[in-house]
Every structure is written in structure tokens, then in C-alpha cells.
């Protein structure tokens, strides 16, 4: 098994989503993603729940973009190592896209610079039918570090409103909980009765207050979704001194950020989660600042 090419991304979290007001941002996140474009079948079970693959693949050639040299689309296996969880809001789908567009442009010697692999992320998801938006803002998280506030309307360069370095990964320490795979996706119409809460994230945004953003955009998504236990946990984590907390993207992951030299406080709330909710799992792991050396930046 020979590999042709490989890309790299990581997860993310969401801080504005993006099917709320018409804008979307995402921050970056420590959980690396590895995709091998490969000439055989990899021993490995390959999990592509949406057919993203396929979606990847016609949309390269779509774009006029070759394949590599002697090879059919048939021929063309791919390999995954991931530490994104999947459906859970952390960005699986747009990193998956952002590493294969990498290891495909590896693989034929073409240059994908990161607003190419942004653009085609867009059009594989949305042909995958995993995304309502193209969650371009997604996108840009899991390529480069840090955050952008994306207009997902306008072309990818001239889309990106705003832009930070994201908080010292040194100062944070996040907590991931994660409560199993996501039940259902929301529509575009459960959004409207909650817009106060997300244009709460967009004002904290627009004031570089990404910490803030993100709570205001997960008490925004706990009510779209109705996920009362999800508020729930929300509120558990400022009972025990969590200085931010929301759920991500369309859920059901908690994220929960703590200062990183507050130890105790980070084990009190791992244990705290861990005793009361029996099937959850806990991640502990760290933002991706524009400042780090970072997979795919």
C-alpha cells in the first residue's frame, strides 16, 4: 500500500453559528486529523457516515483539478487518523475536507493554498448534504489557527470580516464533553426566535471577546435544539468557576474553558462531569493560536 498524499487539519469549536445571523466563526482547536490519499484499501475501517469522500472527489475534478497520474477515481482509497470526535460539533467534516483537498494536491504536485482548500471544503459539504452554509467559517478554523467572522455569501478571500490570534493556549485549559452522536440537525427557521443570544457572540466578536462569544453562541444553540440537559451542564460548569462554556456547532459537545493554572478547578469539573453523567466522555485539550506551529498552518 503506497501513499500518494497526505493533509493535515484540526478541529474546532464554534463561537457564532453561522445559520443564526449570516455570519459564522469558529475557533481552532488541538485535535489533529492525518488523511493518506492511498493507491489500495487501507486495513484501517475507514468511518465516511456522509460519503464526504465521494463529495471531495467530484468536487477536485469539478474544479478542473487531475487526479494523479495513472489513476481513476475508483482506484483512489483513502487513510484517516483523526482525534476530532465525530458529530459532536467539533468540525470533523470540514477538517476531513480541508486534510483530503491537502493530500490530493500533494499527490499531483498542485498547489492548494488555504483559501482554495476553504472554497472546495464549502462545495464538498454542501454536496455531502452534512451542511446548511458550507460552513466555511468551519473550514477556515480547521485549516489555519485562530478564528475569522466569515460572510459565507461573499467569494472565500473577501468573506473574512474579521480575524484573531484566539486566546493563549498557555493561559487555557478546554474540557470537552461529549454526550454521544448528534440526534438531529436543526433548520434554518429554528434560529429566528433566538437571534438576541447569537447577536450577543457577533457584539463580543466584533470586540475581540471570543471567550464571551462562545457562551452567548451556546446559550443561543441550547435553545434552538431545546437541549435542556445541555443547559443544564452549561450552567454546572459556572457553578464550578468555568470562565466560558456553550455547546458547539449543532451540538451535542460541551466546550468548557478554565484558566490552565487553576488545576484544581479543571479536575473538579472533569470529575464533576464524569460521576453524574455515566456515558459522557471527557477531552481535555487546548486552542490553536495564530501564534503556534500548528497542523496545517
Known amino acids: 500500500m503506497g501513499v500518494l498524499g497526505k493533509g493535515t487539519a484540526h ?9 443564526a445571523l449570516g455570519y459564522g466563526a469558529s475557533i481552532a482547536l488541538d485535535l489533529p486529523m492525518t488523511v493518506r490519499l492511498l493507491d489500495k484499501k487501507s486495513k484501517r475501517d475507514v468511518h465516511d457516515h456522509d460519503n464526504l469522500f465521494a463529495s471531495i472527489l467530484q468536487v477536485w475534478m469539478d474544479a478542473g483539478l487531475a487526479l494523479p497520474e495513472g489513476f481513476t477515481r475508483e482506484q483512489l482509497h483513502w487513510g484517516v487518523n483523526s482525534k476530532i470526535p465525530q458529530q459532536q460539533g467539533l468540525k470533523s467534516s470540514s477538517a476531513l475536507c480541508i486534510a483530503a483537498f491537502r493530500a490530493l494536491g500533494e499527490a499531483t504536485e ?16 454542501i454536496a455531502a448534504g452534512v451542511s446548511m452554509t458550507g460552513s466555511l467559517d468551519d473550514a477556515w478554523a480547521c485549516a489555519t489557527t485562530g478564528w475569522k467572522l466569515i460572510d459565507p455569501q461573499a467569494e472565500v478571500q473577501s468573506g473574512v470580516l474579521l480575524e484573531g490570534n484566539g486566546p493563549n493556549p498557555e493561559d487555557w485549559t478546554i474540557i470537552l464533553v461529549l454526550r454521544g452522536a448528534r440526534k438531529h440537525r436543526p433548520t434554518f427557521e429554528d434560529f429566528a426566535p433566538h437571534a438576541a443570544a447569537f447577536q ?22 441550547v435553545a434552538v435544539l431545546g437541549d435542556a440537559e445541555g443547559r443544564k451542564m452549561t450552567n454546572d460548569s459556572f457553578v464550578n468557576s468555568a470562565r466560558a462554556a456553550g455547546v458547539t456547532g449543532s451540538g451535542p459537545a460541551l466546550v468548557i474553558v478554565v484558566p490552565s493554572q ?3 478547578t479543571i479536575e473538579r469539573i472533569k470529575s464533576w462531569y464524569s460521576i453524574r453523567y455515566k456515558d459522557a466522555e471527557i477531552i481535555e485539550t487546548a486552542f490553536l493560536s495564530s501564534q503556534d506551529d500548528a497542523p496545517g498552518a
Open 11 to 19: 478541529g474546532a469549536c464554534s463561537l457564532l453559528h453561522a445559520a
Open 110 to 125: 498542485t498547489e492548494v493554498s488555504d483559501e482554495l482548500a476553504v472554497e472546495l471544503s464549502g462545495h464538498a459539504q
Open 200 to 221: 450577543q457572540a457577533l457584539s463580543a466578536l466584533q470586540n475581540n471577546q471570543e471567550l464571551v462569544a462562545l457562551t452567548w453562541n451556546g446559550r443561543g444553540m
Open 262 to 264: 487553576q488545576k484544581p
